[in-house]
């Protein structure tokens, strides 16, 4: 797997991976950016609830749950000391639908975050990890 990541200008560089999709990268003012993208330790995080995200759909679909949305909710703390990697991470997820079994969508969130989704797994290692859910009714 390959991805190409080119400078830009400024503190600006263009990642495009294998398959033909590309996100600009930015930072903030303050370091000599332009703020024109999200940071490379934001996407890390957008990663994450995409990945993740993908897992939960998947599976409640093929329990045959009426999902209207799913939205994911991310919050992380940063070490305060270089490298300011992450070191705590809580997913929470708002599953809207109808009618839908709470089981079903606590064994989906589980099971991606324990199992299926490689972001959630590969940041395990190094990161305390953490999840949730609320199932809404939808209108």
């Not at 400024?10 to 703020?35: I, K, Q, R, W, Y």
């Not at 995409?50 to 409640?60: A, H, N, R, S």
């Not at 839908?100 to 395990?124: F, G, H, I, P, T």
Request: aromatic share 4%; proline share 3%.
């Amino acid at each position: 797997m390959a991805t190409v990541v080119k400078w830009q200008k400024n503190m600006a560089f263009e990642a495009t991976t294998e398959s033909g999709h590309s996100v600009l990268m930015d930072a903030s003012p303050d370091v000599g950016g332009e703020d024109r993208g999200p940071r490379p330790m934001e996407m890390v995080l957008m990663g994450l609830g995409g990945c993740t995200g993908i897992d939960v759909v998947l599976m409640l679909q093929k329990s045959k749950q009426t999902i209207k949305d799913c939205q994911i909710e991310i919050s992380a703390e940063r070490s305060d000391s270089i490298p300011k990697v992450y070191s705590k991470i809580h997913v929470h997820f708002k599953v809207i639908g109808v009618a839908l079994n709470e089981k079903k969508v606590k064994r989906a969130v589980d099971l991606s975050a324990e199992k299926y989704c490689s972001v959630s797994r590969m940041l395990e290692s190094t990161v305390v990890m953490s999840h949730d859910y609320e199932i809404i009714e939808a209108d």
